[in-house]
């Protein structure tokens, strides 16, 4: 057996069953041992960035790393992008990129590259393997960096010489660290800020905003009357009729200061103090008051659901009903195709368990309240603000929950950074409806042109933020890739080509004409 098959064998005994793929000559031996090892599906990628994207939105639903197959450190750089996004969601992610053989690099042939100064910057965990006798127990190690705390990518270097000599057979899997626990000095804090009197904020991410813990977390809403709220961009949350409502932090830096105004006391769970995504001229960054009294009980990675329990037992609130969201579903609108009617649609149609994939970037920031009180689902956002990852991460959930049905927000601008996704829908036949906010134009940059105080913009300035002359015909594009596609121009349109799109397997892509 070599290195290879080693690795591969090493992966699946971890629990990590699909490789996101697009391969080179290096990565040769790693791509035959796939066929000779039974429990790994692979997926291929027309571009390294669909492939990364990929395997965030793959772990975000499976609650496990896929692994990715990168070509060298070009390979590695054209997927940096959503790594970046990957690791600001802390999802685990096990990239392994293929390398020159050891005794190759020192002619520095053109694809020579420092691949281990390229993974640094995205990667918690990076390693060169040495030997083919060392690539399984590499493998093995680089599953569990990938699972501990917070949640991480880990790259795995395999130059081409370990991965064909001989080994010594997989590796057993490693377990990952515990997740580390809250103190109860913390605890009592927090407790003691909720029961002050004053106004007090919850604010949570991570997996606080899932399962056991937003429950856990709703019941001290119910005891204490605090506010709940999470980050403007999450890695995955569950919302919907009957889940604990919560409000998301606006991006928008004046109504984000207005938000969280009146908050005497904020508690930290699983997530930092809110802070602008950009700095602008004469507006603060941290966006709490400075005489907030801020009590950070556990970060990222911490176990939530026990810290919350702590918090609840404190309080004696554990076996109180939480706070739920009432049941309500817009009504659906005619006329004109707006955000506002695109929302109606997707809140009064949405079908159980749906996952959202927002990176709707302008357009889709008035969703929210059209799908609070709809159908359960589950929503992924753009965690790190690398734009392209939208049609990605609704590939690789939909790879994760075939059995649910994907919707993905996706602005015109960005959906062409990684539109080659749309052939891996198709080949794979995922059940994603992509609808594409055609607005042909950067819209969100326009108005980042005026909050940033540049002054007098002119004609040069707009072709910067403007994607017209020509127009892009979203229709044409996912057709040449295997997908089906309409355009809808008005309201209307859109609710009848939505309802069919759902009700049909397979991909399909909307292009909202605005």
Known sequence: MNGAESLVRTLVASGVDVCFSNPGTSEMHFVAALDRVEGMRCVLGLFEGVVTGMADGYARMALKPASTLLHLGPGLGNGLANLHNAKKAFTPV???????????????????????GIARPVSGWVKTSRSSKDVAADGADAVAASMGVPGQVATLILPANTAWEESNGPAAPVAPVA???????????????????????????DTALMGEALEMAGRIMAKTGCRLSCKTSNRRWER????????????????????????????????????????????????IPESCNVVDVAREGYDLLAALTDIAEELGATDIEPVRQKAEKPALMSGELTPESIAAAIGHLMPKDAIIADESVTSGRGLMPFTAGTEQHDWLSLTGGSIGIGMPYATGAAIACPDRKVICLEGDGSGMYTLQALWTQAREKCNVVNVIFANRTYEILKG?????????????????????????????LAQGMGVPATRATTADEFNEQFKRALNEPGPHLIEAWM
């Open 94 to 116: 096990v990239n392994i990129v293929g390398e020159h053989a050891t005794y190759h690099i020192e002619y520095d042939a053109p694809l020579t590259a420092d691949i281990e």
């Open 179 to 205: 997740r580390p626990k809250a103190s109860a000095d913390a605890v009592r804090a927090a407790a003691a800020a909720l029961t002050s009197g004053e106004e007090c904020m919850i604010h949570i991410s």
């Open 240 to 287: 919907g009729a009957g889940r604990v409502p919560v409000e998301r932090i606006q991006y928008p830096v004046d109504i984000a200061l207005k938000q969280l105004e009146s908050v005497k006391n904020l508690i930290l769970i699983g997530a930092p103090v809110p802070v602008a995504f950009f700095a602008y001229p004469n507006k603060p960054s941290v966006l």
């Open 448 to 476: 980042e042109l005026m909050n940033v105080g540049a002054e007098n913009p002119g004609r040069k300035a707009f072709d910067m933020l403007e994607i017209g002359r020509p127009d892009l015909d979203w229709r044409q």
